[in-house]
């Protein structure tokens, strides 16, 4: 009788901390969905469907995830949505 000898890898993930930064939307009471999707197409290079869906979420949970990646890609885009009147910042 033989003796299987049974090998456990475990596999190690790696996560690259400069994507872990986001853009977070904030609902506000000023700016139109229209605005915000426009906005966000504009901006952030979303579908219209993607922008839609992102324009819903805030305004039903209050805030909305609308773009990861690196810092330094994040900081104009952030900046951009802040100049056309929407509430975001970087997390």
Not at 29 to 42: A, C, G, M, P, S
Not at 44 to 73: F, M, N, R, W
């Amino acid at each position: 009788m033989s003796t299987k000898e049974k090998i456990s890898e475990k596999e190690v993930v790696l996560t690259d901390l400069a994507h872990e930064n986001e853009i977070i939307l904030y609902n506000d009471d000023v700016n139109t969905f229209e605005h915000v999707i426009k906005t966000l197409i504009r901006v952030c290079d979303h579908t219209p469907e993607q922008a839609e869906q992102c324009s819903l979420i805030v305004h039903y949970k209050g805030k909305c995830s609308v773009k990861s990646g690196p810092i330094s890609e994040l900081k104009p885009k952030c900046s951009k949505l802040l100049q056309a009147g929407l509430s975001a910042e970087i997390l």
